[in-house]
């Protein structure tokens, strides 16, 4: 692990050479949001799959519909079917899931970087870079304690903050858009029909899940921080241009089901 690290490190650091006549001080900074660009567009062919896979499900929508109504008394079954339903359309339920798992390890030696000291034996020169007040290697704890939420740190995690913000508003509205046009993934009842408790709490609380990207760049080095807002921003243009025609649908029957509501 310590000589891998050694790699990535030094793959960073020859990256940030590169971007120095262009940005200076901030070349260390420009390397991470060039780094997480060419991991995400390393995985976008599993996005596309996905967003083939998630317009496949809300195509069979009806079809697992009709399969409630006949197996809605016997959860068994009815999984048993609509996993017969997906083996047969070639569709994947876990296909939603690779694109996040595949780039994990990206974020996880990102944030292993920039929180030791040492990288293979030898003092972790990284570290010592920023953007622009901000240190790569700090959190926002830290710009608290050095200025301020208006300081010149905290005034960086504060555009942060905003971006996050504005980028999960953007995924909220969507989410829900997506939600109520996909079917539920799997059987909602318990053996004797009764609805399972919390379920619909749940399924509501999901779209919320974009805002808990703030509580992440909070305590990550703001190196890790880097990625993950690089990276939601990248998911949010990803997600509107694959699923833009579901999307459009979708609001146009909201737009139908309200003028004659």
């Not at 974020?107 to 030791?116: C, D, E, I, K, V």
């Not at 000291?117 to 972790?124: D, L, M, V, Y």
């Not at 858009?177 to 799997?186: H, K, L, N, V």
Request: with cysteine; aromatic share 8%.
């Amino acid at each position: 692990m310590s000589a891998f690290m050694s790699v990535f490190a030094h793959l960073v650091g020859s990256l940030a050479d590169l971007l120095q006549p262009l940005f200076h001080a901030g070349a260390t900074a420009a390397a991470i949001v060039l780094f997480t660009a060419c991991v995400r567009l390393a995985v976008h062919p599993l996005s596309r799959a996905a967003a083939r896979g998630q317009k496949a499900r809300t195509r069979l929508a009806p079809q697992i519909a009709e399969l409630r109504k006949k197996h809605g008394k016997n959860p068994e079954r009815l999984q048993k079917a609509i996993m017969e339903l997906h083996t047969k359309e070639n569709v994947s339920p876990l296909s939603g899931c690779l694109p996040s798992l595949a780039q994990m390890p990206a974020f996880f030696l990102m944030y292993h970087l920039f929180s030791n000291t040492r990288i293979g034996g030898e003092a972790n020169e990284l570290l010592g870079h920023s953007l622009f007040a901000a240190p790569l290697g700090d959190r926002w704890f830290d710009a608290l304690g050095n200025g301020g939420v208006l300081g010149g740190a905290g005034l960086v995690y504060l555009g942060l903050f905003v971006i996050v913000a504005a980028v999960a508003t953007f995924n909220y509205r969507r989410a829900k858009i997506q939600m109520a046009s996909m079917p539920a993934p799997a059987p909602t009842a318990t053996p004797d029909g009764q609805q399972l408790p919390g379920l619909g709490a749940m399924t509501r609380m999901m779209p919320l899940l974009s805002f808990a990207t703030l509580f992440t760049v909070a305590v990550v080095p703001l190196a890790a921080a880097l990625y993950v807002v690089t990276s939601t921003t990248w998911t949010a243009a990803e997600r509107y241009f694959l699923y833009r025609d579901m999307y459009r649908d979708a609001d146009g029957v909201g737009a139908l089901a309200a003028s004659t509501g």
